[in-house]
């Protein structure tokens, strides 16, 4: 069971992307073992960091790649369901603070990284090594698009400012709104504020989930303002080679807006080939909590989910504040989705296995006595 749950599976991004070259061994609770040859097409080091973090689950000692004690687990696999996974559980998690900052806490214009989901982080990427700030990430192969255009999955989302250090939130199929991952879930200890003397809240601004363990596979992006990389020209989704996936004529088009093409900024995303779920920053009569469904061509629906239309008439703030959030705007900066079909694993699998067998020998010892 323990051995089961620490198998590094892969979203099924990852496994379609790679569906013709790789054998897949089908396991038993739904997990899915990639094959060798695909652990060393994505990298070697992936086999052996999974293999460490297998070991560090059941061990529970020493750092942790992302330089915490703990390591994250047991993963688990993208389904639709009504099952909302743990960060912790979730492997490939990558993120982006507004002001793009790395792993040690220094401004770093286009940096995104790695974090575990118990306040765990390291460096994966950068996207803009000249000067733009990272506001979206996605894979070209989204797990759980298709389920959030069903209904069937939680969307996650997170707001501008991630006021009371609340990062992402999750709204389920019926539309009920919870938190998933604060600002310590994130990144714990944050980093420190300017006087030094405490950890500064940040705010989220780009997400990307289900994927391998400290592999970069956001591989879809935008930056803030929409620029390229090298600030030449601009460019709404780009490719991780920075090639051109939409212009910005093709997002204002999209949302029937062509007269905006050169003011627009899309800053949150999901891919699925040439379809994306998208919002935008704050512009004219948007303010910023419309998700549009696209298909790549013509024009693009507001997205339907949790039992709402996310429109602009969508008053974002007063329904969080009815589950008990308040939020600074109805700007959503990030998108994503989780879902299982549940139950969840146990946490902790390693330890309660380790709590067992001591208890176990003390019941022995007690009957023999
Ligand atoms: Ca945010
Ligand atoms: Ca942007
Ligand atoms: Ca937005």
Not at 19 to 36: E, K, N
Not at 267 to 277: F, P, R, S, T, W
């Amino acid at each position: 069971m323990a051995i089961g749950h620490c198998i590094i599976d892969f979203k099924r991004k990852k496994l379609l992307a790679h569906s013709r070259t790789t054998h897949l061994l089908s396991l038993s609770a739904g997990l899915l073992l990639p094959s060798f040859r695909l652990l060393a097409g994505l990298g070697v080091r992936l086999g052996v960091t999974s293999l460490l973090l297998c070991a560090g689950n059941a061990l529970a000692s020493g750092n942790t790649s992302y330089g915490v004690p703990t390591p994250p687990g047991p993963f688990l696999t993208p389904i639709p369901g009504t099952t909302l996974p743990l960060p912790r559980q979730v492997p490939g998690k990558e993120f982006s603070t507004i002001l793009d900052l790395n792993a040690a806490n220094s401004p770093t214009p286009g940096q995104s990284m790695f974090w575990d989901g118990l306040g765990g982080v390291s460096d994966a990427y950068n996207y803009s090594s000249t000067r733009g700030q990272l506001d979206a990430l996605a894979n070209a192969d989204d797990a759980l698009f298709a389920a959030v255009r069903a209904n069937n999955t939680f969307l996650l989302l997170s707001m501008q400012g991630d006021l009371n250090r609340n990062s992402v939130f999750a709204i389920s199929p019926t539309g009920t709104v919870s938190l998933w991952a604060s600002n310590s879930t994130v990144w714990n200890p944050a980093p420190l504020d300017g006087t030094g003397t405490g950890p500064a809240a940040f705010d989220l601004d780009a997400l990307e989930i289900w994927g391998p363990e400290l592999i970069v596979d956001a591989n879809r992006f935008s930056l803030e303002f929409d620029v390229l990389p090298d600030g030449t020209g601009s460019a709404s989704v780009m490719h991780l080679d920075n090639s051109v996936q939409y212009t910005r004529e093709d997002i204002a088009a999209a949302i029937g807006r062509p007269d905006l093409a050169d003011r627009i900024d899309l800053d949150a995303l999901m891919v699925k080939g040439d379809d994306l779920l998208f919002s935008i920053q704050p512009l004219d009569e948007f303010d910023g909590g419309e998700i549009w469904d696209w298909s790549g061509t013509g024009l693009a629906s507001f997205l339907y989910f949790g039992e709402r239309t996310w429109n602009t008439e969508n008053n974002i703030k007063d329904y969080f504040w009815g589950y008990g959030f308040d939020i600074s705007n109805d700007n959503i900066d990030a998108l994503e989705a989780a879902s299982v079909p549940g139950p969840l694993p146990i946490v902790g699998l390693g330890a309660a296995f380790g709590f067992s067998r001591r208890l176990r020998s003390r019941i022995k010892a007690r009957v023999q006595t």
